[in-house]
């Protein structure tokens, strides 16, 4: 198995995504990607600018689901993709800095991202966790 990825994985009525990596950076990195994947986003990779968010650091759950959250009010409603996002925890919150692109299309909806059954855990190789989205 890979350091870090994601697979999807059956869940009964919505959609589930298992993500692992070497720390939390890694895991919002790669559960961006896999968010990305499961969506079936299509992006300009001509069209480029910067983007930052910041973020309130409470725990790593609420911070992942808040993230993913905002990735998806920024494809549905500006219409962009992040890349090369760079991570940074300055005074209780985190930074993300990203390039971003113009989303050509979507093949799947998602509706939110769900706190369901989340709990990220620590293991030899570093951390894991299951996201459930609702469809």
Do not use: P
């Not at 808040?66 to 494809?75: A, G, H, I, K, P």
């Not at 985190?94 to 939110?112: P, Y």
């Amino acid at each position: 198995m890979n350091n870090s990825g994601y697979v999807e994985v059956d869940h009964i009525a919505d959609l589930a995504i298992r993500v692992w990596g070497k720390d939390f950076n890694t895991i919002l990195a790669i559960a961006a990607e896999g968010l990305y994947s499961v969506m079936g986003v299509r992006y300009d990779t001509i069209s480029q600018s910067k983007r930052e968010i910041i973020l309130e650091y409470l725990n790593q759950e609420n911070l992942l689901v808040d993230f993913l959250s905002e990735l998806l009010f920024l494809c549905e409603k500006d219409h962009l993709f992040l890349d090369s996002m760079r991570f940074e925890e300055i005074n209780g919150a985190i930074v993300v800095k990203a390039k971003t692109h113009k989303i050509q299309s979507i093949e799947r909806e998602i509706k939110a991202v769900t706190y369901h059954e989340l709990e990220i855990n620590e293991n030899e190789k570093g951390l894991e966790t299951t996201i459930t989205f609702d469809i």
